[in-house]
T-cell receptor
Framework: DTAVSQTPKYLVTQMGNDKSIKCEQN?????MYWYKQDSKKFLKIMFS???????INETVPNRFSPKSPDKAHLNLHINSLELGDSAVYFC??????????FGPGTRLTVT | KQEVTQIPAALSVPEGENLVLNCSFT??????LQWFRQDPGKGLTSLLL?????REQTSGRLNASLDKSSGRSTLYIAASQPGDSATYLC?????????FGKGTRLSVIA
């Protein structure tokens, strides 16, 4: 059984478009996260949600808007995509301050 | 601001060797430290989690230690195998969100 799943796995789109990435976890965790891994493979947190409430927003442009319809889902919507948004985006989940489990990643390419 | 450094950036060893990966962090006020493995083009797999009150954790051939006061952790891999080839990432959780090091890229040569 997949613990943390993301769709799509690959996303190729043009500059200026709006796209969404979906994340679901079946671990019963109360906290979910979005991370960005850039071309140099450096991982950095973008957002964290606890029980559907935003608790961390790490200086991410407001073109990025996370939405958590329930504890098991955290989606990422990106408006007006730019070339610099090309990266791998990872979703993760955990119980508060406990071990984090990561999804397989979504490779976003903006052309 | 928490900063995490991993040394070395890359390491190549012959199969069967024991090896140590190093991780250091600047702010000792952490809740826990987690070691991950990332294979090329894949997600992260959690290897070991050490709570701030613990000194070490073991899983199979892996042993991770934590010295919170000096801001250091090591990941010891015994009897390395080619299947251990991957990037190993250290991350700390505390008052700041989970902060990652840049990883150590390990190659185990058969």
């Amino acid at each position: 059984d997949t613990a943390v799943s993301q769709t799509p796995k690959y996303l190729v789109t043009q500059m200026g478009n709006d796209k969404s990435i979906k994340c679901e976890q079946n671990l019963g965790h109360d906290t979910m996260y979005w991370y960005k891994q850039d071309s140099k493979k450096f991982l950095k947190i973008m957002f964290s949600y606890n029980n559907k409430e935003l608790i961390i927003n790490e200086t991410v442009p407001n073109r990025f808007s996370p939405k958590s319809p329930d504890k098991a889902h955290l989606n990422l919507h990106i408006n007006s995509l730019e070339l610099g948004d090309s990266a791998v985006y990872f979703c993760a989940s955990s119980q508060t301050a406990q071990e984090q489990y990561f999804g397989p990643g979504t490779r976003l390419t903006v052309t | 601001k928490q900063e995490v450094t991993q040394i070395p950036a890359a390491l190549s060893v012959p199969e069967g060797e024991n090896l140590v990966l190093n991780c250091s962090f600047t702010d000792s006020a952490i809740y826990n430290l987690q070691w991950f493995r990332q294979d090329p083009g894949k997600g992260l797999t959690s290897l070991l989690l050490i709570q701030s009150s613990q000194r070490e954790q073991t899983s199979g051939r892996l042993n991770a230690s934590l010295d919170k006061s000096s801001g250091r952790s090591t990941l010891y891999i015994a009897a390395s195998q080619p299947g251990d080839s991957a990037t190993y990432l250290c991350a700390v959780s505390g008052n700041t969100p989970l902060v990652f090091g840049k990883g150590t890229r390990l190659s185990v040569i058969a």
